[in-house]
């Protein structure tokens, strides 16, 4: 296998990883963990401050009980936020980052399977078990820090 068909069945497999994680990526409603987490970041991408919005009053909530979990996961919420500043806050546009870093993951395992076995029939199957593994679409749907971190 010549690096042109690697690269194109790497493509293909990450264009089969990125459907199936935006498939109906809305059609569960957003945990209570991940609310918290949209809410300071659409108060942020309103305001510029760590604060969680009140969307039933169109502005920022006047308790402030995430404080911890803000300072924790401030890059990943920042992402969040950038991507809520141009498209409305629905759950398929916040879990989008996490999306985006699992297929970036899917390169990444491709990448480091290609380093440690030097063969790239090895390195794309590993890539296409990631990006077909229901543990990691489900990993990678979830507005959490966690997608990010993976690779």
Do not use: C
């Not at 401030?74 to 980052?97: H, I, N």
Request: net charge positive; aromatic share 16%; no cysteine.
């Amino acid at each position: 296998m010549n690096w042109k068909q690697t690269i194109f069945a790497l493509v293909t497999i990450i264009i089969l990883g990125t459907g199936l994680r935006f498939f109906g990526l809305d059609n569960n409603s957003l945990v209570s963990d991940e609310f918290l987490d949209m809410n300071s970041a659409y108060g942020y991408a309103q305001t510029g401050e760590w604060k969680a919005w009140d969307f039933n009053f169109g502005r920022l909530s006047e308790v402030n009980i995430n404080v911890p979990r803000d300072e924790r996961a401030v890059v990943y919420k920042w992402q969040v936020a950038q991507v809520l500043r141009f498209l409305p806050p629905t759950e398929t546009v916040a879990r989008s980052v996490s999306v985006l870093w699992g297929i970036i993951s899917i390169a990444v395992i491709f990448w480091a399977a290609h380093i440690l076995t030097r063969r790239k029939e090895i390195a794309l199957i590993a890539a296409l078990f990631f990006a077909v593994s229901v543990s990691g679409i489900v990993f990678d749907r979830t507005l959490r820090m966690y997608a990010m971190f993976f690779p």
